[in-house]
């Protein structure tokens, strides 16, 4: 059984540009949650989508945007990059409510 | 919202030496893991233990979710398991993993 695939695993943008980044959860897992990990912030809750709707939002600027699609296939974007966006992105996948969070092996961003 | 502590922040043992790693959080919880992250920054799942005591191996973990606190125990460490275990919960009418801020565990040969 396959596991969570994050694409792609590095990036390295320069500051003022955009990024997509994918998540692909495990099969018939409906939910999706994105999370930032920087040193100095640790590990912060990004949104967490189910059955293509936002179900919860963290506490970031308007340029960090998600989607999901009906095959549970989640996007993040985020849009006029700044220095401090660098950071190691994990998505995690859960079948539902109350279950156990799997993740994937992250998307390390470095904004020049 | 909900608050994690982990404790200790850093720990340095030597090969072979037991470990206890402890998460007190500040509400009632519905949903409790305990993760490690390897070199590369993956969250590898250890436990997923809302409650009670489970083991696997050379790990173990138990909740008391009465007294708000999980403990994670290693024993007879190997150089391997050096790295950064995070506990996270999720608080009842919430959908988001709230993460404690890490346990370094240096493991010495």
């Known amino acids: 059984k396959a596991g969570v695939t994050q694409t792609p695993r590095y990036l390295i943008k320069t500051r003022g540009q955009q990024v997509t980044l994918s998540c692909s959860p495990i099969s018939g897992h409906r939910s999706v949650s994105w999370y930032q990990q920087t040193p100095g912030q640790g590990l912060q809750f990004l949104f967490e989508y189910f059955s293509e709707t936002q179900r919860n939002k963290g506490n970031f600027p308007g340029r960090f945007s998600g989607r999901q699609f009906s095959n549970s296939r989640s996007e993040m974007n985020v849009s006029t990059l700044e220095l401090g966006d660098s950071a190691l992105y994990l998505c995690?996948?859960?079948?539902?409510?109350?279950?156990?969070?799997?993740f994937g092996q992250g998307t390390r961003l470095t904004v020049v | 919202g909900i608050q994690v502590e982990q404790s200790p922040p850093d720990l340095i043992l030597q090969e072979g030496a037991n470990s206890t790693l402890r998460c007190n959080f500040s509400?009632?919880?519905?949903?409790l893991q305990w993760f490690h992250q390897n070199p590369w920054g993956q969250l590898i799942n250890l436990f997923y233990i809302p409650s009670g005591t489970k083991q696997n191996g050379r790990l173990s973990a138990t909740t008391v979710a009465t007294e708000r606190y999980s403990l994670l125990y290693i024993s007879s460490s190997q150089t391997t398991d050096s790295g950064v275990y995070f506990c996270a919960v999720i608080n009842f009418g919430n959908e988001k993993l709230t993460f404690g801020t890490g346990t370094r565990l240096t493991i010495i040969p």
């Open positions: 509400d009632s919880v519905n949903n």
């Open positions: 995690a996948s859960r079948r539902g409510t109350d279950t156990e969070a799997f």
